[in-house]
């Protein structure tokens, strides 16, 4: 790709850490990959690091500049939606190429019985009415949205450990993908689980539970995608980015 180029990719996510470990061995590439810092020991990838929010926008514009970062890479989570709009303003104001990274989002297939929502809220809103014994794989920093639902009884699982508010009747489970479908099927009868709430993260490493749920005939609520800046162009993963960054810096 000719002179070195630095690429930031704001990450997190295994299409980031993919991304990254592929583009850290090319000499003509600094690669730095920013990570949020929700997550007490995340998986780091290959190249540069670093932690930590930009401080909005104009943070972020800043740290390009100062950085002088060739392109930008927007490969976080489906549901990180303020540093994507944050994103594609910085990148605007600096005049870096962007592109975002985005995982398809998962489509209920014959026999599931999927209810779409588009909020946390309103996943609480029509759960009492599925089931009784809910398994919540939305992440622990929306659990508030359902701590008032004391009829229910939740196993929550996350990565590191929920803070309240949160659900009374609740089981902790900490653990990370990739899950196994033999696992998942395990988990929904051990605790005699009738309801499961996700979000429409897409991605495999993640998606063994809709199958167990489909099997068992359990409902799942499936909160939506929040909507993305448009006018940004978009990879379905790491071969489409790594094309576009070949577009952008053609060898001579």
Same mark, same amino acid.
């Given at each position: #790709?000719? +002179?070195?180029?630095?690429?930031?990719?704001?990450?997190?996510?295994?299409?980031?850490?993919?991304?990254?470990?592929?583009?850290?061995?090319?000499? @003509?590439?600094?690669?730095?990959?920013?990570?949020?810092? =929700?997550?007490?020991?995340?998986?780091?990838?290959?190249?540069?690091?670093?932690?930590?929010?930009?401080?909005?926008?104009? @943070?972020? /514009?800043?740290?390009?500049?100062?950085?002088?970062?060739?392109?930008?890479?927007?490969?976080?989570?489906?549901?990180?939606?303020?540093?994507?709009?944050? +994103?594609?303003? +910085? +990148?605007?104001?600096?005049?870096?190429?962007?592109?975002?990274?985005?995982?398809?989002?998962?489509?209920?297939?014959? !026999?599931? =019985?999927?209810?779409?929502?588009?909020?946390?809220?309103?996943?609480?809103?029509?759960?009492?009415?599925?089931g009784e014994r809910a398994f919540l794989t939305t992440g622990r920093m929306g659990l508030a949205a359902f701590a008032?639902?004391?009829? #229910?009884?939740?196993?929550?699982?996350?990565?590191?450990?929920?803070?309240?508010?949160?659900?009374?009747? #609740?089981?902790?489970?900490?653990? =990370?993908?990739?899950?196994?479908?033999?696992?998942?099927?395990?988990?929904?009868?051990?605790?005699?689980?009738?309801?499961?709430?996700?979000?429409?993260? !897409?991605?495999? /490493?993640?998606?063994?539970?809709?199958?167990?749920?489909?099997?068992? !005939?359990?409902?799942?609520?499936?909160?939506?995608? %929040?909507?993305?800046?448009?006018?940004?162009?978009?990879?379905? @993963? %790491?071969?489409e980015a790594r094309e576009w960054l070949r577009r952008q810096f053609p060898s001579p």
């Amino acid at each position: #790709m000719g +002179a070195e180029r630095h690429i930031l990719i704001l990450g997190g996510t295994t299409e980031a850490r993919r991304l990254a470990g592929e583009l850290a061995g090319d000499p @003509g590439l600094r690669v730095t990959t920013s990570l949020a810092g =929700r997550v007490a020991q995340p998986r780091l990838p290959a190249g540069e690091v670093r932690v930590g929010g930009f401080g909005g926008p104009e @943070g972020l /514009a800043r740290w390009l500049r100062e950085q002088q970062v060739d392109a930008l890479i927007d490969a976080t989570h489906p549901f990180a939606g303020t540093i994507s709009f944050n +994103a594609a303003e +910085a +990148a605007a104001a600096v005049r870096v190429p962007l592109l975002a990274v985005r995982r398809p989002g998962w489509e209920p297939g014959p !026999g599931d =019985r999927w209810h779409p929502v588009t909020s946390l809220a309103e996943a609480a809103g029509v759960l009492p009415a599925l089931g009784e014994r809910a398994f919540l794989t939305t992440g622990r920093m929306g659990l508030a949205a359902f701590a008032h639902l004391e009829d #229910m009884w939740f196993l929550v699982r996350s990565v590191d450990a929920p803070e309240p508010p949160a659900p009374p009747r #609740m089981e902790v489970v900490l653990d =990370r993908g990739p899950f196994t479908l033999d696992g998942e099927r395990e988990l929904l009868r051990r605790h005699r689980i009738d309801v499961l709430v996700t979000k429409d993260s !897409g991605a495999a /490493a993640t998606a063994a539970k809709l199958t167990a749920a489909r099997e068992a !005939g359990i409902p799942v609520v499936v909160v939506r995608r %929040p909507p993305a800046p448009e006018g940004v162009p978009t990879a379905a @993963g %790491p071969a489409e980015a790594r094309e576009w960054l070949r577009r952008q810096f053609p060898s001579p």
